[in-house]
């Protein structure tokens, strides 16, 4: 199984290569948000070192969120393009899970986390591979809330930690601990992982959809307008 993963959804882009088992090429990039103009050379500069050609890939994966709607949007349509392009299923992978999948931790509670903006995080909870807490978008006490109860020992990760950081610490005390920087972002080489493992649940290039915890900003505005409006 030779398979192409790629992630766009928040702010690093990232791709790898998984051939028959093992990370064969990983690459990651902190570049603004530039992903619609990066994430497609950074793909064919993947299968250049890889050594493998589009022809070859079985299995396309994508992180489809929680995380940035532009960002997400990209990566689902550049997976969706080469799905229909070379008439093969990809996988839709989790970003938070994804993102916990790439640290290493015994018996701590796992919490990826992502700056949703306007004061809330996209987040979930996860322990020696299992799901604690399903992905939400939460105001950081409301999330801090509902994982205080499921441990004692807690490991954040994320591009949220490094907005609420602080906030964290005085909640949680010497109960938290934060991954180290070169951790602390979604690891292309996870999506690769975890779409591996899920590879039974592939689907075709129309299936593929973006996973979104709450509407587009442009939405939200609109219902809002549209309400006043109507008193």
Same mark, same amino acid.
């Given at each position: 199984?030779?398979?192409?993963?790629?992630?766009?959804?928040?702010?690093?882009?990232?791709?790898?290569?998984?051939?028959?088992?093992?990370?064969?090429?990983?690459?990651?990039?902190?570049?603004?948000?530039?992903?619609?103009?990066?994430?497609?050379?950074?793909?064919?500069?993947?299968?250049?070192?890889?050594?493998?050609?589009?022809?070859?890939?079985?299995?396309?994966?994508?992180?489809?969120?929680?995380?940035?709607?532009?960002? /997400? #949007?990209?990566?689902?349509?550049?997976?969706?393009? *080469?799905?229909? @392009?070379?008439?093969?299923?990809?996988? %839709?992978? !989790? +970003?938070?899970?994804?993102?916990?999948?790439?640290?290493?931790?015994?018996?701590?509670?796992?919490?990826?986390?992502?700056?949703?903006?306007?004061?809330?995080?996209?987040?979930?909870?996860?322990?020696?591979?299992?799901?604690?807490?399903?992905?939400?978008?939460?105001?950081?006490?409301?999330?801090?809330?509902?994982?205080?109860?499921?441990?004692?020992?807690?490991?954040?990760?994320?591009?949220?930690?490094?907005?609420?950081?602080?906030?964290?610490?005085?909640?949680?005390?010497?109960? /938290? #601990?934060?991954?180290?920087?070169?951790?602390?972002? *979604?690891?292309? @080489?996870?999506?690769?992982?975890?779409? %591996?493992? !899920? +590879?039974?649940?592939?689907?075709?290039?129309?299936?593929?959809?973006?996973?979104?915890?709450?509407?587009?900003?442009?939405?939200?505005?609109?219902?809002?307008?549209?309400?006043?409006?109507?008193?």
């Amino acid at each position: 199984m030779i398979i192409l993963a790629i992630d766009t959804s928040g702010p690093v882009a990232g791709v790898s290569v998984w051939c028959d088992g093992a990370i064969r090429y990983e690459a990651a990039a902190v570049n603004k948000m530039t992903h619609s103009e990066n994430i497609m050379p950074m793909v064919e500069e993947a299968l250049l070192r890889a050594g493998v050609t589009k022809e070859q890939l079985t299995l396309l994966a994508v992180t489809v969120g929680p995380g940035s709607f532009t960002g /997400v #949007r990209i990566g689902v349509t550049a997976v969706k393009a *080469l799905s229909h @392009a070379l008439g093969i299923p990809c996988v %839709a992978v !989790d +970003a938070l899970e994804a993102t916990a999948a790439g640290l290493e931790a015994q018996d701590e509670i796992v919490c990826p986390i992502q700056d949703a903006r306007v004061q809330q995080v996209y987040g979930a909870a996860f322990c020696n591979g299992k799901r604690l807490l399903d992905d939400c978008v939460l105001k950081l006490p409301e999330y801090l809330d509902k994982i205080s109860p499921l441990g004692e020992r807690f490991l954040f990760t994320g591009d949220g930690v490094a907005v609420y950081r602080q906030q964290i610490a005085d909640c949680l005390g010497d109960r /938290v #601990r934060f991954a180290a920087a070169p951790c602390a972002y *979604l690891r292309p @080489a996870a999506v690769a992982a975890l779409a %591996a493992r !899920d +590879a039974d649940k592939a689907v075709d290039y129309l299936t593929l959809q973006p996973l979104y915890l709450r509407a587009p900003q442009a939405e939200r505005e609109r219902a809002a307008r549209e309400a006043k409006q109507h008193g």
